[in-house]
């Protein structure tokens, strides 16, 4: 029986960052986590679900704050 995998989000925009961390938790963590990347907290909302275990978080992202972000999830 296959059970579905826990999400991990990374909210960030500085996009080589995001790259670098996704890999790297990929290398680490892909079998357990399903790896999402968002450039925005907004998009990232749209995706947020009971399955979503993870959210890695830039606090200073463009035109929102990511406690602001952190507050909706």
Do not use: C, P, W
């Not at 500085?14 to 990347?37: C, K, P, S």
């Not at 990232?44 to 999830?73: H, P, Q, R």
């Amino acid at each position: 029986m296959k059970t579905e995998q826990s999400n991990l989000f990374i909210i960030d925009d500085n996009q080589l960052m995001v790259a670098d961390l996704r890999n790297y938790l990929n290398d680490v963590f892909g079998e357990i986590f399903t790896i999402h990347t968002f450039s925005t907290g907004e998009s990232a909302l749209k995706m947020v679900d009971k399955n979503t275990s993870v959210v890695i978080l830039d606090y200073f992202l463009k035109n929102e704050l990511g406690n602001e972000v952190l507050k909706s999830i």
